[in-house]
């Protein structure tokens, strides 16, 4: 069904269905429909995309306008993708005034597809340090565990939260946190870091310090 669909049949009787849907229990999220993007300038390679129906859509984002402020009360500010008032133009500034400060050595690194290998069960776990509602728990499980409808066939998902749903930036920040805390706790001492979503750098005074930080990024390739 198309928002076109939805606003000819009436936006309201849509909704109002979708609501009792909720309140019964009885809602049941469909599976997503997943196209592949060319990645820019990486020829022959794509990125997946799965695109939720436009009912799991609205209840996504209601969703996700309940928890963002819950979970932007301990982001901490290394981190910028994917948050309100923050930008990738914050993030490269934070990166401009470090280097004025002397920390002209740069270790990038970009997480190997992490929307796609997030474990569900910590991820579940993280979200239920902040979030005790039942119902708001097994409606991220409903959501994870969806699937994805590929060429007629519909995938299971046994791990990662689909890029394309309007949740899933949060979720994967959510996850991401662990990585801030753990960096604030010690890895601050080799440099600063500054993260968009799961694209990470770590600026510092001195290229001996790439060698203490990359034995431990596994998951990771600078």
């Not at 997503?32 to 820019?40: D, M, Y």
């Not at 695109?51 to 901490?76: N, Y």
């Not at 910028?80 to 920390?103: L, T």
Request: charged share 25%; aromatic share 6%.
């Amino acid at each position: 069904m198309t928002v076109d669909a939805v606003a000819a049949a009436g936006v309201e009787e849509f909704l109002r269905d979708l609501s009792e849907q909720l309140r019964a229990h009885t809602y049941r999220p469909s599976p997503l429909r997943q196209v592949l993007i060319p990645k820019p300038g990486r020829p022959g390679e794509f990125r997946p995309l799965s695109i939720p129906t436009v009912a799991d859509r609205v209840v996504m984002t209601a969703a996700k306008l309940v928890l963002e402020p819950v979970f932007e009360a301990d982001f901490l500010p290394v981190s910028y993708g994917f948050r309100p008032q923050r930008s990738a133009i914050d993030a490269c500034e934070s990166v401009r005034v470090e280097a004025n400060r002397g920390r002209e050595w740069v270790l990038e690194a970009d997480i190997r597809d992490c929307f796609g290998s997030i474990r569900h069960d910590a991820l579940v776990a993280q979200v239920a340090r902040r979030v005790v509602d039942g119902p708001m728990l097994k409606l991220i499980r409903m959501w994870l565990r969806a699937g994805v409808l590929e060429d007629g066939a519909t995938g299971s998902a046994g791990a990662g939260t689909p890029q394309g749903s309007p949740i899933s930036p949060l979720l994967a920040n959510i996850a991401l946190h662990v990585l801030d805390t753990a960096w604030q706790r010690g890895g601050h001492r080799l440099g600063v870091l500054v993260r968009y979503c799961d694209l990470c750098r770590v600026r510092h005074r001195s290229h001996y310090a790439d060698r203490r930080i990359m034995p431990t990024s596994e998951t990771g390739r600078g």
